[in-house]
């Protein structure tokens, strides 16, 4: 038993008195229900305020997480937008120095590189690749032929070949082998109509200067022709200026006397005129040997041997022929400077 105060008037009274014997309110089972009830309410208020109390920050917390978790990812993927776009980049700087280049080995590096490039690329690079290595295949079939025809088919099948000017300098030596080994002004111009730009352009015109220094052109032999059948027309018509104009001023021999001069070519013409010659005339063969040297830088001579035969009419009006060998020298100019005559007996 416990002593209590009447929750209606507060006079005390035992909590087992069946009512408050003040005012009459109800006291036994009821003031503890009462209490418990309140107790309950209270335990109650308080359960319900901890429960608000945690719902509220549990809330909060999600928010926050949220906030965090969205911050997190949009900086997952700005970082992967870069990184990706970073790649793509170098993906495409690669792609482009591959197919400008005509190596094999950096194209085949990009393949590796690269597996997972976008599939054009891989379609450009591997069509790239197949005709470079069809260009080496060609190469190496041109290279072990080491035939002209098989060198040019490959520069016109492969115009932009990094091997194209090794192509064209081996058909540039070829050509070039085959003029040397000809030895004539034709090969040597052949050379240089096929090869303007050639390797070979000056010493094919010094070897093309060096063999018309030597060969006899039409031109030689008509200006020597035209030098003797003048000089002979002159002793025929004993003209002196003539006949002089096609000698040197000093020939090194005239008819066996070195170091003649014009007046013993005049000489020699009044000598063959005697008295009793009418008329005389010299009639060249034209069986001209020829021989043409360089004796200096453009200084040519020609040493010439020929026939004629020397018809004298006598003042009789009797004739006489004779056959003489000649041989002569003209220097570049076109001048006899060496001259003898030797009769042929028949």
Not at 222 to 248: P, Q, R, W, Y
Request: aromatic share 8%; charged share 20%; net charge negative.
């Amino acid at each position: 038993m416990a002593i209590i105060k009447c929750p209606e008037c507060g006079h005390e009274i035992s909590d087992k008195a069946p009512f408050c014997p003040s005012c009459g309110v109800p006291i036994a089972g009821k003031v503890v229900s009462e209490s418990t009830e309140t107790v309950d309410s209270k335990d109650d208020g308080i359960e319900q305020c901890t429960n608000n109390e945690n719902v509220q920050p549990s809330h909060n917390n999600k928010i926050i997480i949220g906030v965090v978790l969205a911050i997190v990812a949009l900086v997952v993927g700005i970082g992967c937008y870069f990184y990706f776009s970073i790649q793509s980049d170098k993906e495409l700087q690669a792609y482009n120095f591959a197919m400008a280049s005509k190596d094999s080995q950096v194209l085949q590096s990009y393949l590796e590189q690269y597996p997972n490039a976008p599939e054009e690329h891989l379609d450009s690079i591997q069509a790239h690749l197949d005709i470079l290595k069809k260009a080496d295949f060609d190469w190496t079939n041109a290279l072990i032929s080491n035939s002209k025809s098989a060198l040019e088919q490959y520069v016109t099948s492969h115009p932009d070949s990094p091997y194209k000017a090794i192509a064209m300098h081996k058909i540039d030596s070829i050509d070039w082998g085959i003029a040397q080994q000809n030895n004539t002004v034709e090969a040597f111009e052949l050379y240089l109509e096929q090869h303007s730009e050639g390797e070979h352009v000056d010493e094919a015109n010094r070897m093309i200067s060096s063999i018309n220094s030597r060969t006899i052109q039409p031109e030689d032999r008509l200006m020597i022709s035209s030098i003797f059948n003048g000089f002979f027309k002159s002793l025929s018509d004993k003209d002196e200026d003539a006949l002089t104009s096609f000698v040197n001023p000093l020939l090194s021999n005239f008819l066996g006397k070195p170091n003649a001069t014009k007046s013993d070519v005049v000489t020699f013409m009044h000598k063959i005129y005697k008295s009793d010659v009418k008329s005389m005339t010299w009639q060249l063969l034209d069986d001209y040997a020829i021989n043409k040297k360089e004796v200096g830088t453009q200084q040519t001579e020609y040493a010439v041997t020929f026939s004629a035969i020397q018809t004298v009419v006598s003042q009789d009006n009797n004739t006489n022929e004779v056959k003489y060998k000649i041989s002569a020298k003209l220097n570049n100019d076109g001048r006899i400077y060496d001259f003898n005559m030797i009769k042929l007996v028949e």
